[in-house]
């Protein structure tokens, strides 16, 4: 198993290639967190999100020896994020389904994740028009998945892709305005 | 498609951090330096920008859900569970508050109820205690139409819930629409529902949430029934229409706010009544009618809390049959669930049914139906065929037309950059005054109203119902002008020519129509500039260039399509002949910007430059410069970029080309980028003209501009500020950044020369902090010695500037942007604006005539306007002496006769005496003009005085030894003589002295004493010759009123007013023969003499009466002079009459009344028809009333009214003397009296007593033609 510290600092080094193999890891990892919560909570709890990214970041990085732990902090928070982001649409998508006359499925994790009831389809138009996003920049759609599908505080989502205050409200307001528009535009 | 345009964005960024709109507006359109495509990326980021707000602000997953949280914990009762003494059964719902289930009662009845748990977000005890409260009136209810609520109370979990009557029906639209029902049929489903709110509402009950699935239809017995479900449920919930009710319920609650009236939707919503459930009913028949909801559900679901609140209390929504039209494909459904086409359908709904669903959802409660069954009763009226309540609100759909029709055009798609710049005009006016221009509006509007409702309802006799249409529609007029001159009123303060003068147009008559313009109108249209000339050139300029002397106008036109050349043409301002036209090819870079943004590039990046002699004009691209001779047409010579050193922009944002040649031709400054971003370097190259060679480089990453001559340039530099050096040495002469930096950098300055080259002139941005935005301020030097001469601030933005020939003065303007249409002249030296001229066209460039005295305009329209600039220099009168008295003012109210007490030393001859005081006294008889200027003086001056109506002589009256004697000086050759006898005798108190009409003849009542015994004796002298034509018999009283019947053969006099009730009987009124000296009428009699007015034709006398006894009502009685009748007499509710004016012709008595309710002074004027005695109009002011007065045409009343004590800040008002509407209204900067119109209607004034420290003076407004004459 390739180890996390390793691909982030590969990916400092300019490999972004490795953000594919660091994204099934944290997505792993998420779940299996979640899974270890949820067995210590009663039923019917949620669980907080941005809790479970920095506990997984702090499991799957802050541990590793002999690096400071902030390196490929941006990398690890981005990757996270997306994982949130699939999660998300995933569970989105299951109670769309179950509206339209799906079964009710087996109480999994993601269950417990409070998506507001009224936000799936919100969830998935942006979760649509994000790619998109990141195609043209990718630190905006970063921002987006911290912000909206990591549940991170303006001040948290900027520490944690290595952004000044200032950067992260310029890239913020554009982000929402050019993903305001494509869903205006879709309808 | 959205494009992603890193230079859109960038430019989106910037403006978006910029507060003030129009900075934003003059920024974007300058960062876009004529892109349009580009433009349009910036403004649609900017919008939806602006439509964002909370769009992603809130993450899909909840943040504050940590365990523990109980208040967001999903409901967890599910069937099965046991609530209370209920069992649940089913879900059979999931409404906006919570999940609804079938539940069955276990005790103390057994029977299945509807169960209501609330969702999250609630407090629960704050629910149950609000529901306790209403439970008592709840119980109260009962109705078979609506769905009882029998408890409510808490789950184990601590959530509220609610338990009902158990309906199971389903929401009355959806039945509508699966029944396939008819118009008439939900008419009557809808009564149905009105019964059963009226009923609720008779209990003291509104129910606050009424909508399509509140209100359930249930099959009973085979017949639909309808239950209003969820009665004191949303009062106990205490929903309001918070930021979180709709964000953390917004799909579900979607329907709260699309019924929820507009007092609901305020911030603190507590005072909210029945009508307000007529509001929702309105909506619910609304939909029933059209399928959809007033206001669109789409737009609530995106809009941010703000702007639904804004909807909901602001706009207004469109009629059922207007929307019907617009329902688009969606229409054939529609009219297939209500059984019918949709022509039909849309005829059907027009009209009557319009009206009745308007009235329901009037913004202003006050204006919808008083209850539920007075809307029912409206709908059975329509149902029976009968007249309906409601009302068309035609004439509210014209005002309103009206007033979007001078509101801002909105223009989105639009490519072109000057159809932008116009679409700004008019957004200065700003919303608060929009709002105040829509209440008076709407005033004028409801006024209409009336008076066309009063027309419809009267009568049967065919011909008064005519005349009182007539009359009505006459009414109509005159609201829609006063509202219109309101309109126009506000845009003149806003000073927003072009909106003005249109509005102005706007009211101009129609063939047939009565002219109801006056004063107000030509003294608006006065403010602006006229005129002194106005070429049309053009259908518009774009950015046009001006010769120095005004001679020529250059423009670039817009290319009609893409591939149609743009056209550089040439005219002369003074005919319009056009003398220059030269196609012009796209540069490289117009190409390029076209290609980038896939959008035909009808604007490119031009600008124009005269040479100052006006012999030839360059023109620059972004490739090339070329030259071209005025006189031949012909090309002098041109110089193109060299292809392969393309020039790199920072975003391909432009403002203008990169290069510009000297003023001479030899040189040509070009400017070289290089790099991206924050990498970007620049530098200028000095380029010989003739050779192209280089011959130098300046660091520099702005465009220099030449001085006049080409020997210097000034640029301006991030880092050492405004720059000066030789063009070909490249010695720096001058060197100065003495301005504190804003946060927004603007290195370009903008530098100009002055025409004697000794001065420079820059636009820096000095910000008071580092972080804050600077303000735009205009900064001129002397070049020699470096230092700052003044400063202009604030400027807008985009200001350009124009040097006088003399380099005195600078015009000062804002190309474009601006809604207003205003030109400042600043004066060099002190940076003082010395004179504005408000135009009524948006200039566009503007330069001097070459002496000065002229300014040459060309206006975005495509004319080119010619305006006088010689400043009045204002004369700031000083005072002449010490208890300043105006003795009178002329008839057209320019000049003003006054006496003072002199301070300074005696011009020389024997000192005027004036009373037995210790001291002798000096006093001094001045003639001033309208501006304080002193035309005459004389050291003389006594015991009152009275300037004649021409404004020549001052007749006065001069203590002597041994008595007093009249004198008149005469102003244009300052002698003084006397006039008629020496009067022995005398008293020492002011007489009333009176000219004639024609000036020939004067008038003096002299107050004389002989021990205890006081006459008064009226004495008639020849105001020539000096020679008494009469004199009367002595009367008992002392007279305060003389004046001259217009004929010159009566002189009318009279007592002084008096509030003393102790002295009833010393009020007289006579007529006294000027021939013989006889008193030939005796009016009255009078008590208490409250104001005398002689009628302008000499034909009625007015006087009012201050009676407390026995009526208790005061009393004005007109005399005919000629027999001395009475011809009408006019009782009023007792208040104290402080003056008499009779209108032209004597045919209208104004009455100037105050009284004192509970300590507060109120003023009203009343107006009476002489004829009919009837009261036609008071004018109620908000303040008191000092003086009033007719126009000569007696078609306006003018007040002048104080705002607070006497001496405070006033205005004078302008009524409509017709209907009492207000007009216009002037500030004045203190109270003075004699508020009159000179005879010709073109000036109004008052005359203003002098005080400590400042002088006596006259306010006077002029309106200077009359309407016809002013557009030729």
Same mark, same amino acid.
């Given at each position: 198993?390739?180890?996390?510290?390793?691909?982030?600092?590969?990916?400092?080094?300019?490999?972004?290639?490795?953000?594919?193999?660091?994204?099934?890891?944290?997505?792993?990892?998420?779940?299996?967190?979640?899974?270890?919560?949820?067995?210590?909570?009663?039923?019917?709890?949620?669980?907080?999100?941005?809790?479970?990214?920095?506990?997984?970041?702090?499991?799957l990085?802050?541990?590793?020896?002999?690096?400071?732990?902030?390196? *490929?902090?941006? @990398?690890?928070? +981005? /990757?996270? %994020?997306?994982?949130?982001? &699939?999660?998300?649409?995933? !569970?989105?998508?299951?109670?769309?389904?179950?509206?339209?006359?799906g079964?009710?499925?087996?109480?999994?994790?993601?269950?417990?994740?409070?998506?507001?009831?009224?936000?799936?389809?919100?969830?998935?138009?942006?979760?649509?028009a994000?790619?998109?996003l990141?195609?043209?920049?990718?630190?905006?759609?970063?921002?987006?998945?911290?912000?909206f599908?990591? *549940?991170?505080? @303006?001040?948290? +989502? /900027?520490? %944690?892709?290595?952004?000044? &205050?200032?950067?992260?409200? !310029?890239?913020?307001?554009?982000?929402?305005?050019?993903?305001?528009?494509?869903?205006?535009?879709?309808? | 498609?959205?494009?992603?345009?890193?230079?859109?964005?960038?430019?989106?960024?910037?403006?978006?951090?910029?507060?003030?709109?129009?900075?934003?507006?003059?920024?974007v359109?300058?960062?876009?330096?004529?892109?349009?495509?580009?433009?349009?990326?910036?403004?649609s980021?900017?919008?939806?920008?602006?439509?964002?707000?909370?769009?992603?602000?809130?993450?899909?997953?909840?943040?504050?859900?940590?365990?523990?949280?109980?208040?967001?914990?999903?409901?967890?009762?599910?069937?099965?569970?046991?609530?209370?003494p209920?069992?649940?059964?089913?879900?059979?719902?999931?409404?906006?508050?919570?999940?609804?289930?079938?539940?069955?009662?276990?005790?103390?009845?057994?029977r299945?109820?509807?169960?209501?748990?609330?969702?999250?977000?609630?407090?629960?005890?704050?629910?149950?205690?609000?529901?306790?409260?209403?439970?008592?009136?709840?119980?109260?209810?009962?109705?078979?139409n609506?769905?009882?609520?029998?408890?409510?109370?808490?789950?184990?979990?601590?959530?509220?819930?609610?338990?009902?009557?158990?309906?199971?029906?389903?929401?009355?639209?959806?039945?509508?629409?699966?029944?396939?029902?008819?118009?008439?049929s939900?008419?009557?489903?809808?009564?149905?529902?009105?019964?059963?709110?009226?009923h609720?509402?008779?209990?003291?009950?509104?129910?606050?949430?009424?909508?399509?699935?509140?209100?359930l239809?249930?099959?009973?017995?085979?017949?639909?029934?309808?239950?209003?479900?969820?009665?004191?449920?949303?009062?106990?919930?205490?929903?309001?229409?918070?930021?979180?009710?709709?964000?953390?319920?917004?799909?579900q609650?979607?329907?709260?706010?699309?019924?929820?009236?507009?007092?609901?939707?305020?911030?603190?919503?507590?005072?909210?009544?029945?009508?307000?459930?007529?509001?929702?009913?309105?909506?619910?028949?609304?939909?029933?009618?059209?399928?959809?909801?007033?206001?669109?559900?789409?737009?609530f679901?995106?809009?941010a809390y703000?702007?639904?609140?804004?909807?909901?209390?602001?706009?207004?929504?469109?009629?059922?049959?207007?929307?019907?039209?617009?329902?688009?494909?969606?229409?054939?459904?529609?009219?297939?669930?209500?059984?019918?086409?949709?022509?039909?359908?849309?005829?059907?709904?027009?009209?009557?049914?319009?009206?009745?669903?308007?009235?329901?959802?009037?913004?202003?409660?006050?204006?919808?139906?008083?209850?539920?069954?007075?809307?029912?009763?409206?709908?059975?009226?329509y149902?029976?065929?009968?007249?309906?309540?409601?009302r068309?609100?035609?004439?509210?759909?014209?005002?309103?037309k009206?007033?979007?029709?001078h509101?801002?055009?909105?223009?989105?798609?639009?490519?072109?950059?000057?159809?932008?710049?116009?679409?700004?005009?008019?957004?200065?006016?700003?919303?608060?005054?929009?709002?105040?221009?829509?209440?008076?509006?709407?005033?004028?509007?409801?006024?209409?109203?009336?008076?066309?409702?009063?027309?419809?309802?009267?009568?049967?006799?065919?011909?008064?119902?005519?005349?009182?249409?007539?009359?009505?529609?006459?009414?109509?007029?005159?609201?829609?002008?006063?509202?219109?001159?309101?309109?126009?009123?506000?845009?003149?303060?806003?000073?927003?020519?072009?909106?003005?003068?249109?509005?102005?147009?706007?009211?101009?008559?129609?063939?047939?129509?009565?002219?109801?313009?006056?004063?107000?109108?030509?003294?608006?249209?006065?403010?602006?500039?006229?005129?002194?000339?106005?070429?049309?050139?053009?259908?518009?300029?774009?950015?046009p260039?001006?010769?120095?002397?005004?001679?020529y106008?250059?423009?670039?036109?817009?290319?009609?399509?893409?591939?149609?050349?743009?056209?550089?043409?040439?005219?002369?301002?003074?005919?319009?002949?056009?003398?220059?036209?030269?196609?012009?090819?796209?540069?490289?870079?117009?190409?390029?910007?076209?290609?980038?943004?896939?959008?035909?590039?009808m604007?490119?990046?031009?600008?124009?430059?005269?040479?100052?002699?006006?012999?030839?004009?360059?023109?620059?691209?972004?490739?090339?410069?070329?030259?071209?001779?005025?006189?031949?047409?012909?090309?002098?010579?041109?110089?193109?970029?060299?292809?392969?050193?393309?020039?790199?922009?920072?975003?391909?944002?432009?403002?203008?080309?990169?290069?510009?040649?000297?003023?001479?031709?030899?040189?040509?400054?070009?400017?070289?980028?290089?790099?991206?971003?924050?990498?970007?370097?620049?530098?200028?190259?000095?380029?010989?003209?003739?050779?192209?060679?280089?011959?130098?480089?300046?660091?520099?990453?702005?465009?220099?501009?030449?001085?006049?001559?080409?020997?210097?340039?000034?640029?301006?530099?991030?880092?050492?500020?405004?720059?000066?050096?030789?063009?070909?040495?490249?010695?720096?002469?001058?060197?100065?950044?003495?301005?504190?930096?804003?946060?927004?950098?603007?290195?370009?300055?903008?530098?100009?020369?002055?025409?004697?080259?000794?001065?420079?002139?820059?636009?820096?941005?000095?910000?008071?902090?580092?972080r804050?935005?600077?303000?735009?301020?205009?900064?001129?030097?002397?070049?020699?010695?470096?230092?700052?001469?003044?400063?202009?601030?604030?400027?807008?933005?985009?200001a350009?500037?124009?040097?006088?020939?003399?380099?005195?003065?600078?015009?000062?303007?804002?190309?474009?942007?601006?809604?207003?249409?205003?030109?400042?002249?600043?004066?060099?030296?002190?940076?003082?604006?010395?004179?504005?001229?408000?135009?009524?066209?948006?200039?566009?460039?503007?330069?001097?005539?070459?002496?000065?005295?002229?300014?040459?305009?060309?206006?975005?329209?495509?004319?080119?306007?010619?305006?006088?600039?010689?400043?009045?220099?204002?004369?700031?009168?000083?005072?002449?002496?010490?208890?300043?008295?105006?003795?009178?003012?002329?008839?057209?109210?320019?000049?003003?006769?006054?006496?003072?007490?002199?301070?300074?030393?005696?011009?020389?001859?024997?000192?005027?005496?004036?009373?037995?005081?210790?001291?002798?006294?000096?006093?001094?008889?001045?003639?001033?003009?309208?501006?304080?200027?002193?035309?005459?003086?004389?050291?003389?001056?006594?015991?009152?005085?009275?300037?004649?109506?021409?404004?020549?002589?001052?007749?006065?009256?001069?203590?002597?030894?041994?008595?007093?004697?009249?004198?008149?000086?005469?102003?244009?050759?300052?002698?003084?003589?006397?006039?008629?006898?020496?009067?022995?005798?005398?008293?020492?108190?002011?007489?009333?002295?009176?000219?004639?009409?024609?000036?020939?003849?004067?008038?003096?009542?002299?107050?004389?004493?002989?021990?205890?015994?006081?006459?008064?004796?009226?004495?008639?002298?020849?105001?020539?010759?000096?020679?008494?034509?009469?004199?009367?018999?002595?009367?008992?009283?002392?007279?305060?009123?003389?004046a001259?019947?217009?004929?010159?053969?009566t002189?009318?006099?009279?007592?002084?007013?008096?509030?003393?009730?102790?002295?009833?009987?010393?009020?007289?009124?006579?007529?006294?023969?000027?021939?013989?000296?006889?008193?030939?009428?005796?009016?009255?009699?009078i008590?208490?003499?409250?104001?005398?007015?002689?009628?302008?034709?000499?034909?009625?006398?007015?006087?009012?009466?201050?009676?407390?006894?026995?009526?208790?009502?005061?009393?004005?009685v007109?005399?005919?002079?000629?027999?001395?009748?009475?011809v009408?007499?006019?009782?009023?509710?007792?208040?104290?009459?402080?003056?008499?004016?009779?209108?032209?012709?004597?045919r209208?008595?104004?009455?100037?009344?105050?009284?004192?309710?509970?300590?507060?002074?109120?003023?009203?004027?009343?107006?009476?028809?002489?004829?009919?005695?009837?009261?036609?109009?008071?004018?109620?002011?908000?303040?008191?009333?000092?003086?009033?007065?007719?126009?000569?045409?007696?078609?306006?009343?003018?007040?002048?009214?104080?705002?607070?004590?006497?001496?405070?800040?006033?205005?004078?008002?302008?009524?409509?003397?017709?209907?009492?509407?207000?007009?216009?209204?002037?500030?004045?900067?203190?109270?003075?009296?004699?508020?009159?119109?000179?005879?010709?209607?073109?000036?109004?004034?008052?005359?203003?007593?002098?005080?400590?420290?400042?002088?006596?003076?006259?306010?006077?407004?002029?309106?200077?033609?009359?309407?016809?004459?002013?557009?030729?």
């Amino acid at each position: 198993m390739p180890d996390v510290t390793h691909i982030l600092s590969q990916m400092e080094a300019g490999d972004l290639s490795a953000a594919e193999q660091l994204l099934p890891l944290v997505y792993d990892e998420l779940r299996m967190l979640a899974a270890a919560r949820l067995s210590q909570e009663k039923p019917g709890q949620t669980i907080q999100a941005t809790a479970l990214v920095h506990e997984a970041y702090l499991r799957l990085v802050g541990a590793a020896s002999g690096r400071s732990p902030w390196n *490929g902090r941006g @990398h690890f928070f +981005a /990757a996270a %994020a997306e994982a949130m982001r &699939r999660i998300l649409v995933e !569970r989105a998508r299951a109670r769309s389904r179950l509206k339209h006359g799906g079964g009710r499925q087996r109480c999994e994790f993601e269950e417990h994740l409070a998506v507001a009831e009224d936000r799936v389809e919100e969830l998935l138009a942006v979760h649509d028009a994000l790619d998109e996003l990141a195609r043209h920049d990718p630190q905006a759609a970063d921002l987006v998945k911290l912000r909206f599908f990591a *549940g991170f505080e @303006h001040q948290e +989502a /900027a520490e %944690a892709l290595g952004l000044s &205050r200032r950067a992260a409200d !310029r890239l913020w307001r554009l982000a929402r305005t050019w993903l305001y528009q494509v869903l205006k535009d879709e309808k | 498609m959205v494009d992603w345009n890193p230079q859109a964005n960038e430019i989106f960024l910037q403006a978006a951090e910029i507060a003030s709109a129009n900075d934003r507006q003059a920024f974007v359109i300058r960062a876009c330096g004529g892109c349009a495509a580009l433009l349009e990326q910036v403004e649609s980021l900017l919008a939806a920008c602006g439509d964002l707000g909370s769009f992603l602000d809130r993450p899909a997953v909840d943040r504050r859900a940590t365990p523990g949280t109980a208040d967001y914990r999903p409901i967890a009762e599910g069937p099965g569970s046991i609530v209370g003494p209920y069992r649940l059964m089913e879900q059979i719902g999931e409404g906006g508050f919570g999940l609804v289930f079938v539940a069955e009662q276990l005790q103390p009845v057994r029977r299945k109820v509807a169960l209501k748990i609330i969702k999250p977000g609630m407090d629960t005890r704050e629910v149950i205690a609000r529901f306790e409260a209403e439970r008592q009136a709840l119980a109260l209810m009962d109705h078979p139409n609506i769905a009882r609520v029998f408890d409510a109370g808490a789950t184990e979990s601590g959530r509220p819930y609610f338990v009902m009557e158990l309906v199971r029906g389903i929401p009355i639209h959806e039945y509508c629409d699966t029944q396939q029902l008819a118009t008439r049929s939900r008419l009557e489903l809808f009564l149905t529902v009105c019964q059963a709110v009226q009923h609720a509402h008779t209990k003291g009950i509104i129910h606050r949430d009424l909508k399509p699935s509140n209100i359930l239809v249930a099959p009973h017995d085979g017949a639909p029934v309808v239950k209003v479900i969820d009665f004191g449920v949303a009062k106990a919930i205490g929903q309001q229409l918070t930021e979180k009710t709709i964000y953390t319920r917004f799909t579900q609650m979607i329907g709260t706010p699309l019924y929820m009236s507009p007092e609901q939707a305020e911030i603190n919503a507590l005072d909210v009544d029945i009508r307000s459930d007529v509001y929702s009913l309105g909506v619910l028949l609304y939909e029933l009618l059209t399928g959809v909801t007033p206001f669109d559900r789409q737009r609530f679901q995106k809009a941010a809390y703000e702007e639904i609140r804004r909807i909901i209390r602001e706009e207004e929504p469109p009629k059922p049959s207007t929307r019907l039209s617009t329902l688009g494909e969606t229409l054939a459904r529609v009219s297939l669930q209500r059984n019918t086409q949709p022509e039909k359908l849309s005829a059907l709904v027009r009209g009557d049914l319009d009206w009745i669903v308007m009235k329901a959802l009037e913004k202003d409660r006050a204006r919808r139906y008083e209850t539920s069954s007075a809307f029912a009763a409206d709908v059975r009226r329509y149902l029976a065929e009968e007249p309906i309540e409601a009302r068309p609100p035609s004439v509210g759909y014209r005002m309103r037309k009206l007033m979007r029709r001078h509101r801002t055009p909105v223009i989105a798609s639009s490519a072109f950059l000057l159809v932008l710049l116009l679409g700004l005009l008019g957004t200065g006016l700003g919303l608060v005054q929009a709002r105040r221009e829509a209440q008076r509006a709407r005033l004028a509007q409801f006024e209409a109203e009336q008076q066309k409702q009063k027309a419809a309802d009267e009568g049967k006799n065919a011909v008064r119902e005519k005349n009182h249409a007539l009359a009505a529609r006459e009414g109509l007029r005159r609201a829609l002008y006063a509202a219109q001159i309101n309109l126009a009123q506000n845009a003149w303060k806003a000073e927003n020519g072009p909106h003005t003068t249109a509005i102005l147009q706007s009211v101009t008559p129609k063939p047939g129509e009565t002219d109801l313009r006056g004063f107000e109108w030509r003294f608006l249209q006065g403010q602006f500039q006229r005129e002194e000339q106005i070429v049309r050139i053009a259908d518009r300029f774009v950015e046009p260039a001006l010769s120095d002397d005004g001679a020529y106008v250059a423009d670039v036109g817009l290319a009609r399509d893409q591939n149609s050349p743009r056209a550089l043409k040439v005219w002369k301002t003074a005919n319009g002949s056009e003398v220059l036209n030269v196609s012009l090819s796209q540069s490289r870079e117009d190409e390029r910007m076209a290609t980038l943004h896939r959008l035909p590039s009808m604007i490119g990046i031009d600008a124009l430059q005269f040479s100052p002699d006006g012999t030839r004009l360059t023109h620059t691209n972004a490739n090339r410069i070329a030259v071209f001779e005025i006189a031949t047409g012909g090309e002098a010579f041109h110089y193109d970029l060299p292809a392969a050193n393309p020039s790199a922009s920072p975003f391909g944002v432009r403002t203008g080309p990169d290069m510009v040649v000297s003023p001479d031709g030899r040189r040509i400054l070009r400017l070289v980028r290089e790099g991206r971003f924050s990498r970007l370097s620049s530098k200028a190259l000095l380029i010989d003209t003739e050779s192209g060679n280089e011959l130098r480089t300046i660091a520099t990453t702005t465009l220099g501009r030449f001085r006049r001559d080409g020997g210097q340039i000034a640029y301006g530099d991030p880092k050492r500020g405004l720059v000066i050096e030789e063009t070909d040495s490249g010695e720096v002469v001058f060197s100065v950044k003495d301005w504190s930096e804003g946060d927004f950098r603007n290195s370009e300055l903008k530098p100009q020369f002055s025409p004697q080259g000794n001065r420079v002139l820059a636009f820096v941005l000095e910000g008071a902090s580092p972080r804050e935005a600077g303000a735009l301020r205009l900064a001129i030097w002397d070049v020699a010695t470096r230092a700052r001469l003044s400063t202009v601030s604030p400027i807008e933005l985009s200001a350009k500037a124009a040097w006088s020939p003399d380099g005195q003065r600078i015009a000062l303007w804002t190309a474009g942007l601006q809604p207003g249409a205003n030109l400042s002249l600043v004066n060099v030296q002190t940076g003082a604006e010395e004179q504005r001229i408000l135009g009524s066209a948006t200039v566009a460039a503007a330069t001097f005539s070459p002496d000065g005295k002229q300014i040459v305009v060309a206006c975005h329209d495509g004319t080119i306007r010619v305006w006088s600039c010689t400043p009045e220099s204002p004369h700031v009168a000083e005072p002449r002496g010490r208890f300043e008295m105006l003795a009178g003012v002329s008839d057209d109210g320019r000049r003003a006769a006054l006496t003072a007490m002199l301070t300074d030393a005696p011009l020389g001859g024997a000192l005027p005496q004036i009373g037995a005081g210790p001291r002798p006294r000096r006093s001094g008889l001045f003639l001033i003009d309208a501006s304080g200027r002193v035309l005459a003086r004389t050291e003389e001056g006594g015991l009152g005085s009275v300037l004649d109506h021409a404004g020549q002589r001052v007749a006065f009256v001069r203590a002597v030894p041994g008595g007093n004697q009249l004198m008149l000086w005469d102003t244009a050759t300052g002698n003084s003589r006397p006039c008629g006898e020496l009067w022995r005798h005398a008293a020492r108190v002011a007489p009333a002295l009176a000219f004639s009409h024609d000036d020939t003849q004067i008038a003096i009542a002299m107050p004389l004493e002989n021990g205890e015994v006081r006459k008064t004796v009226i004495q008639v002298c020849d105001a020539v010759s000096g020679r008494i034509m009469c004199t009367s018999e002595p009367i008992d009283t002392p007279l305060s009123f003389l004046a001259f019947n217009p004929d010159g053969k009566t002189v009318y006099a009279s007592s002084f007013p008096t509030r003393d009730p102790s002295a009833p009987s010393s009020s007289v009124l006579l007529g006294l023969d000027v021939a013989t000296g006889e008193i030939r009428t005796r009016f009255g009699p009078i008590a208490l003499q409250a104001g005398v007015s002689l009628s302008d034709n000499g034909v009625f006398l007015a006087a009012a009466h201050n009676m407390v006894q026995p009526s208790g009502r005061g009393r004005a009685v007109v005399w005919n002079t000629r027999h001395g009748q009475v011809v009408n007499a006019f009782e009023f509710e007792h208040r104290f009459v402080s003056k008499v004016c009779l209108g032209p012709q004597g045919r209208d008595l104004l009455l100037m009344t105050h009284r004192r309710i509970s300590g507060i002074a109120e003023s009203q004027v009343l107006v009476f028809d002489v004829a009919t005695g009837r009261e036609r109009v008071s004018l109620s002011n908000q303040g008191q009333v000092v003086d009033a007065t007719f126009s000569p045409d007696g078609a306006r009343i003018a007040t002048l009214v104080a705002e607070g004590a006497q001496g405070g800040p006033g205005e004078v008002v302008l009524w409509d003397a017709q209907t009492g509407r207000e007009l216009l209204r002037l500030p004045a900067e203190t109270i003075g009296e004699d508020l009159r119109f000179s005879p010709d209607g073109r000036r109004l004034f008052f005359s203003i007593r002098g005080a400590r420290g400042r002088p006596a003076r006259i306010q006077s407004w002029t309106a200077p033609s009359r309407p016809g004459t002013v557009e030729d």
